[in-house]
């Protein structure tokens, strides 16, 4: 059975102080990691898709790296607008269902 | 252009109603998705369309649930007789094939009382 867990399950950080959050899978033929961001009340926005193990990929404050184990989303000097619960999932291979298999998610907060 | 769009955004019924949610995919997107996120847990996956077909329906909770998909387009997740452990988010994603990115809806709120 696919498995995602994710660490911390909440994480506070003052404004510029930066951070990783960490999701590590079980997963039966790695298809795909993903990284999603919530806010409230709202669905799922992507953020990252990583395919293979020694891939990175960045955007603004965020990178995203992975091995065959886990993956690492590292916030660098974060602001306030940061804050959001991060989602990570994983879609397994082998021709089987393509649904993706979640993480509970990190809740993040910056403090300003 | 246009994201996933689902309607309605809040649903409020009673317990053994039946109710009908509506997903609406980027245009294009072949492959569409039904997840469920419920107070406190992660996104659970619930059935996956290929075009109008549904390679996999093992996620569905039971057999209240049923979803179609027509023209390849606009999918209806149905819910017979609602129970009170219904209520949850319910999140559609459509992507451009199986494989790849999915994106997401802003969600069915669903409270049954």
């Known amino acids: 059975e696919d498995q995602v867990t994710q660490s911390p399950e909440a994480l506070r950080l003052q404004e510029g102080e930066s951070s990783s959050l960490n999701c590590s899978y079980t997963v039966s033929g790695l298809r795909g990691l993903f990284w999603y961001r919530q806010d409230p009340g709202k669905g799922p926005e992507f953020l990252f898709t990583?395919?293979?193990a020694g891939e990175e990929k960045e955007k603004e404050r965020l990178k995203a790296t992975l091995t065959k184990k886990e993956s690492f989303l590292h916030i660098t000097a974060p602001k306030p607008e940061d804050s959001a619960t991060y989602l990570c999932?994983?879609?397994?291979?082998?021709?089987?269902?393509?649904?993706?298999?979640f993480g509970k998610g990190t809740h993040l907060i910056i403090q300003p | 252009g246009a994201g996933v769009s689902q309607s309605p955004s809040n649903k409020v019924t009673e317990k053994g109603k039946d109710v009908e949610l509506r997903c609406d995919p980027i245009s294009g997107h072949t492959a569409l998705y039904w997840y469920r996120q419920s107070l406190g847990q992660g996104l659970e996956f619930l059935i996956y369309?290929?075009?109008?077909?549904?390679?996999?329906k093992s996620g569905l909770p039971s057999d209240r649930f049923s979803a179609e998909r027509t023209g390849g387009s606009v999918s209806t997740l149905t819910i017979q007789r609602t129970q009170q452990e219904d209520s949850a988010v319910y999140l559609c994603?459509?992507?451009?094939?199986?494989?790849?990115?999915?994106?997401f809806g802003p969600g069915t709120r669903l409270l049954v009382l």
């Open positions: 369309f290929q075009g109008n077909s549904a390679p996999d």
């Open positions: 994603a459509s992507s451009f094939s199986g494989e790849g990115t999915q994106y």
């Open positions: 999932a994983v879609q397994a291979g082998g021709g089987g269902a393509d649904g993706l298999t």
């Open positions: 990583l395919y293979s």
